[in-house]
């Protein structure tokens, strides 16, 4: 019998932390939290002091009765989850819930994952700290009261199903307000002239912009016609050393932004992978606000510097967190292991890894030495002056390692080298450009801008951005979109050998990808609580929230008494919005009226999404026609659809023809547009639209899925038509009446099975349990 038990949340962490103990030492998972506030009711005993009611949900009752089996054996509990204030309460619930003797029960933490942080920790335990765990009680109990108080308003005033949180609303609001200023955006153009100019020796080109822009083509014309006779010489020649400092090492946030500029992972996936590198024991805790480095850290950075780059790559620098109430750990995200260039992981643990190693080796490096030139070009008789502006590295420095991207293509820095010139040296214009160019609007959000955006507000902590930001999609209040963008023509000029030549050009504006855009739903529930709600969604509201967490975790306030406050100023609102009634649904919309039927046109948000409604419902005439409804075509907003939009909509379904005898028709459906012929359907491709798809294209895309079908087809039976052998994206399978079957692994031939076989297979799968894929696919 084991005389010590250590239980952690994960796993993979337990088999990691299982190898620096010895004998003696039994290790187990909790696999996260072992209950949590009732599922399916309020969970919160506002009469009785906001006390949360707690239930282990039935999954993991199997686990609390192995774990209640375990402890009781132990001689000593060793509680080890992570040290943030979620794993302090999860080390609180494991207590509560096993009924621990606080005697033989000792709480450890620690921040990586290694055979010394480890054994520190066993010689240095604690108790339970509650204070953080009131502060995470505090914000489960808060998001649960809005969360639940909220949601029921949203589905009778909006549509079903739909659901609010604290810090998720706040984050749609600001993509939803983007959105708003890139719709009102209205872009200026103006002129930018740029020359090159040949040197003396007659053979090397020096590139310069004019250091003003022209606003009309006018202006920028009459320049061009004013340089034809006129001569340009270097006027002036300034260098100035300049100095570049490292970035410091990673938090939560500055690591999901690099890895998204970087790396291209979504903020969720930065932290799974995150997490699997911290539980191998190759990284530090990936829930943190702070940028320090342990004095350990420091002396291995330093030694791995000069050992690799040499002395005057190396300084020692110290980082301040500048987040208030830094609190989700005590250090930055760092490798345990600074001088393991690679770990043995997956590739894209170790692109994560790599990107870790290098941002904390660059953090303890010199400054990079650059020089950068200003050359001057005068133009006789003007007061405009062309200007080149070039950098060279005179020390790379931690350039030699790492340079942190920006998220804005407008911040990156353009330099180029200059070639050697001379004051008063005479130059040859060859050829003057003047291009029209166009303010930029604002930019749409990514992930990891959203991230920046939250924390620069003081809005969530590190370990609820990327929950965040995956809820408001998973509920479809944002999605993640690819645009194309659209076409713009713009002017160009150019003078050379004397000649003015005026030319149109076009290019494509407004491409956008992996950016983040509200849907209408996003928009009409950020609307409807901004009005009725605007304390949940002012920013100020929800830093202040934080802080008061934070005040909790110290000690310094009373976590009910922060949720008594803040209820009974929250529950009356609620009562008012609940009661007050509306001549119109919310998010509803008029166009206009029918001319042919001089019935109004709304848009509103309907039972499945975006519709426009014809008529209405409520008239008077109770032989009047219901009203008629027809959903948005994918890219179309209940904010900007026009009426003749609107109107084109009733025009689905649509008869497009005639094919083997069969109609064949277009139309839009719950999943997008669509053709359907004999019973068969198939999906309308984003090129084409279902208003004005041709028979032709309609019949290619009938064949189309015919010859897909027929590559799938394995085989069929006589008895029972229904029964069905096809080949899927993961192999062969037998399909019946709606239902796929899995092939057991000991078929190694699909296409010599007999009725009998496939009528087997389904058979033996009607007593096996149903699949957790049930449970979720209706969203509650």
Not at 507 to 536: M, R, S
Not at 539 to 567: C, M, P, Q, S
Not at 591 to 618: C, H, S, W, Y
Request: charged fraction near 30%.
């Amino acid at each position: 019998m084991e005389k010590n038990l250590v239980i952690v949340e994960s796993p993979a962490k337990a088999k990691t932390i299982e190898k620096f103990l010895g004998k003696g030492f039994k290790v187990v998972s909790s696999y996260g939290h072992i209950r949590d506030l009732e599922p399916k009711a309020f969970g919160v005993d506002v009469e009785n002091n906001y006390k949360p009611t707690y239930v282990i949900p039935p999954e993991k009752k199997k686990l609390v009765t192995e774990l209640q089996a375990e402890a009781h054996k132990a001689a000593t509990i060793w509680l080890a989850s992570d040290e943030d204030r979620e794993g302090e309460a999860i080390s609180w619930h494991l207590a509560e819930v096993l009924e621990l003797d606080p005697q033989k029960t000792k709480r450890i933490v620690f921040h990586e994952i290694t055979r010394n942080a480890i054994l520190q920790a066993i010689d240095n335990p604690r108790g339970i700290d509650l204070n953080l765990v009131d502060a995470q009680q505090a914000r489960r109990v808060l998001d649960r009261v809005v969360g639940f108080e909220l949601s029921p308003i949203l589905w009778k005033k909006i549509k079903p199903a739909l659901s609010a949180g604290r810090v998720q609303s706040v984050a749609v609001r600001l993509i939803v307000e983007r959105e708003r200023e890139i719709g009102a955006f209205v872009s200026e153009s103006y002129f930018r002239v740029t020359g090159d100019f040949l040197l003396p020796d007659g053979k090397t080109i020096l590139k310069a912009e004019l250091n003003q822009r022209f606003q009309t083509e006018a202006e920028a014309k009459a320049f061009l016609e004013s340089c034809r006779k006129v001569s340009f010489c270097i006027e002036d020649i300034a260098t100035k050393p300049l100095r570049k400092s490292p970035a410091p090492p990673f938090t939560t946030s500055t690591l999901q932004q690099e890895a998204a500029r970087k790396l291209g992972y979504s903020v969720s996936q930065t932290m799974m992978i995150a997490q699997k590198l911290y539980e191998a024991g190759f990284i530090t805790y990936m829930r943190t606000d702070s940028v320090n480095l342990s004095s350990l850290a420091l002396s291995t950075a330093k030694a791995a510097i000069i050992d690799i780059y040499g002395e005057k790559y190396h300084k020692f620098r110290t980082y301040t967190t500048k987040s208030k109430g830094a609190q989700e750990a005590h250090e930055a995200i760092r490798p345990t292991y600074i001088e393991q260039e690679s770990v043995s992981a997956s590739a894209q643990e170790n692109k994560l890894y790599s990107l870790i190693r290098k941002r904390t080796l660059a953090s303890q490096m010199a400054d990079a030495e650059l020089e950068r030139t200003t050359i001057t070009i005068d133009i006789s008789g003007k007061a405009e002056k062309f200007v080149a502006v070039g950098e060279v590295v005179v020390f790379d420095g931690f350039l030699q390692v790492y340079y942190e991207s920006v998220d804005d293509e407008a911040e990156k820095e353009q330099s180029e080298l200059l070639p050697p010139v001379n004051v008063d040296d005479k130059l040859s214009m060859q050829i003057l450009t003047a291009t029209e160019r166009f303010a930029q609007r604002p930019p749409r959000y990514t992930e990891a801008s959203l991230v920046r955006r939250l924390e620069e507000l003081g809005i969530g902590r590190p370990s609820t951005y990327a929950p965040t930001i995956h809820t408001i999609q998973n509920r479809e209040y944002v999605v993640k979109v690819n645009l194309e963008g659209s076409q713009r023509k713009f002017v160009a000029m150019t003078l050379s050998n004397g000649k003015l030549s005026v030319r149109e050009k076009a290019e494509t504006f407004g491409a956008d990808k992996n950016k983040l855009t509200p849907t209408d739903i996003g928009a009409v529930v950020t609307d409807f609580l901004t009005e009725h709600f605007p304390g949940i969604l002012d920013y100020n509201f929800t830093a202040n929230v934080e802080k008061e967490f934070d005040h909790i975790a110290e000690g310094n306030l009373e976590w009910t008494d922060a949720i008594d406050r803040f209820y009974k100023v929250f529950h009356p609102i609620v009562e008012h919005a609940s009661s007050s009634k509306s001549t119109h649904r919310v998010g509803e919309r008029k166009l206009g009226d029918d001319p042919e039927t001089g019935l109004p046109v709304f848009v509103k948000i309907g039972r499945f999404g975006p519709v426009v409604q014809l008529g209405m419902a409520n008239s008077e005439d109770k032989a009047a026609a219901k009203p008629q409804f027809a959903s948005l075509m994918k890219g179309q907003s209940i904010e900007t659809i026009s009426l003749e939009e609107a109107l084109k909509l009733f025009e689905l379904p649509r008869t497009i023809g005639e094919f083997e005898g069969k109609t064949l028709k277009a139309a839009i459906g719950r999943f997008g547009p669509y053709v359907v012929h004999n019973g068969v359907y198939v999906s309308i491709p984003k090129d084409l639209s279902p208003l004005s798809i041709s028979i032709e294209e309609a019949i290619e895309l009938i064949e189309d899925k015919r010859r897909q079908n027929a590559e799938r087809f394995i085989k069929g039976f006589d008895e029972d038509p229904k029964l069905q052998v096809l080949k899927g994206r993961f192999g062969p399978y037998v399909a019946y009446d709606g239902k796929n079957y899995k092939l057991p692994k000991s078929i190694s031939d699909p296409a010599a099975l007999t009725y009998a076989d496939a009528k087997a297979i389904v058979d033996s799968a009607g007593d096996a349990p149903k699949t957790a894929r049930t449970k979720f696919s209706k969203r509650k």
